[in-house]
């Protein structure tokens, strides 16, 4: 499959329709493993691909709860009969009827005003192996790494959002009107004009500051409140866990962005099984550690991150670890005790 049936619409450009229709598809209910890879190939054979679907991701993100609602369908031109036509899920019909609108109204097709209401609230978020870059209102970009959810919040008084799982890197808009937060397990992040990208590592939250600054404070509910952890500067990293701040030097440069934007695991120092962690959002193949007392090892190295084979082979050579596989594919680390 090189790509998706393209919602029928008259003019417009074909690269843009094909982003559309992989937006659409990657939405559906039945969409397989076959599909996203084959997306992935689509979407990595040319750049002219990679800025198509980030226009239209950024355009879908900007309609917020009206991205899905009937009256953006109804100026879209009824698509030319096809032979041997099936019947399509309602979901899917107003899925496609909505993204095609995004496509005409990129191409200058139509010309209309959505005015957000005073609190807008979206959910985002990936599949293993999926990375996603969203505009939200304001401006503020964020990028979504694979297998991760976000919640986000606009009203008058701030802009909220929540990792619910993942990682994300956000290149936040000015406004020091309405506050910026992050908010994890392990605490919350606040910023105002800044970028920092925030990992969700179970009850503990990685943060590491590229440029501006941050203020991290732990606690997010009523058995908690809020406690100012402390404020980091650009090349740092923290840590936050039960109400504790670890922070260490990042040696990340101004204006760099991290590597995983590119499809690369960097890996300085890190524990295995957080290494581990890392490969799991890039395969549907888990990497199991058989042997407890491999988590004392430590990774360094830069890997792609769909590269897990190239990354137990460079294990086996520095560590010689052994490895080998279930039935279901898994990789296993290890001998177990």
Known sequence: M????????????????????????????????????????????????????????????????????????????????????????????????AAAALVLACAGGMAFVLLPPRAVESSYRTAIGERRSLQLEDGTRVDLDADTRVQVRY???????????????????????????????????????????????????????YEGSVELRGGNDAARPATRLGVLVPGQRARMAAQRLQVTDAAVAAGSAPGWLSGRLVFNDTPLPEAVAEFGRYSFKPVLLADP??????????????????????LGEVYGIPEHHTANGSHVLGKAR
């Open 2 to 97: 090189s790509r998706p049936d393209t919602p029928a619409h008259d003019g417009g450009n074909p690269v843009e329709q094909q982003a559309t229709a992989w937006f659409v598809r990657l939405r559906a209910d039945d969409t397989s493993e076959r599909d996203r890879q084959a997306w992935q190939r689509w979407l990595h054979a040319d750049p002219l691909h990679q800025a198509a679907y980030g226009r239209i991701e950024a355009l879908w993100s900007s309609l917020g709860e009206f991205a899905t609602a009937p009256e953006l369908a109804v100026r879209v031109p009824r698509p030319r009969p096809r032979a041997a036509a099936h019947r399509v899920p309602r979901r899917r019909r107003w899925l496609g009827a």
């Open 155 to 209: 009203d008058p008084r701030g802009r909220l959002v929540r990792l619910d799982g993942g990682r994300a890197f956000f290149r936040v808009a000015r406004d020091s009107e309405r506050p910026f937060v992050v908010q994890t397990a392990a605490g919350s992040v606040r910023a105002l004009g800044t970028q920092f990208e925030v990992s969700q590592l179970g009850q503990a939250a990685d943060v590491t500051l």
């Open 293 to 314: 007392g491999l988590a004392s090892y430590r990774v360094s190295g830069v890997f792609r991150g769909e590269d897990v084979d190239g990354f137990i082979q460079a």
